[in-house]
């Protein structure tokens, strides 16, 4: 179909990963489907574009649907680009605004000290429902000073919370945020497939026994899998789900 035809065109341009495929795909920008546009505006967000920014201001201000104004407001964050600052103000003047929250997070690159008090209000806030949004717009576009926010929020925090703030964490790459992770391996009775899968990017090598513990107790297929993916490729050993063989390795190995 032609909609398949302009998906594969858009990503074979961000393939190249030259900046010359911005010109041609913001031609094709200008004729998609609204389908199509979201295909197009993610794959400019990749070059992190000053060309860009025009468009996706544009974007802000014609009303696009909700996936395609969200990745144009994390679009402009990541670029830094000075004129999307009052744009992006201008979201988080509403309480009850759908972008209020994807707008903090982006202006939190330009030092925004409302932005600020915005996240971390949600991360504190005793409703999971503002904790998850909050967990999930750091999930898309990760900042440093939301580092302890998240910390905290993965604490105790189950579902889909646990889940964002895991995929978030392992985007900092930052041994608290290891920590943290392996503090929930070993303290929660309930964890998300995303804890592990987050240990694993990290590739820390101090999550090999807790990892080891979840395989030989957890009951959960997803998990295990999880589990036993991550430890492999830590490791570089295959014992499948054969805890006891995982534990002798790590005895050997310690």
Known sequence: ???????????????????RAIDPLMRIYLDATSYQRREILECLRQFRSLETVQLFLNVLGKGADRYSTEVAIYA???IGDTRAVEPLRRLLKDEKNDFRMPAAAALLRFADKKAR??????????HSQNQEWAAYVMRESPHPDALPWLIEALKGNYGSTQ?????ALAKFNN?????VLIAVLNECKFVSTEVI??????????AVGPIIEVLATNQHHGVREAAEKALHEI???????NYQKWRRWLEENK
């Open 1 to 19: 179909s032609n909609k398949e035809v302009v998906k594969a065109a858009a990503r074979s341009l961000t393939e190249i990963s030259n900046k």
């Open 117 to 126: 008090k915005i996240l971390e209000k949600a991360f504190r806030s005793r």
């Open 175 to 179: 041994k608290r945020a290891c920590d």
């Open 76 to 78: 402009l964050g990541e």
């Open 197 to 206: 899968n987050s240990l694993r990017q990290l590739r820390d090598k101090r």
């Open 163 to 167: 889940r964002f703030t895991a995929e």
């Open 235 to 241: 490791t570089g050993q295959n014992f499948g789900w």
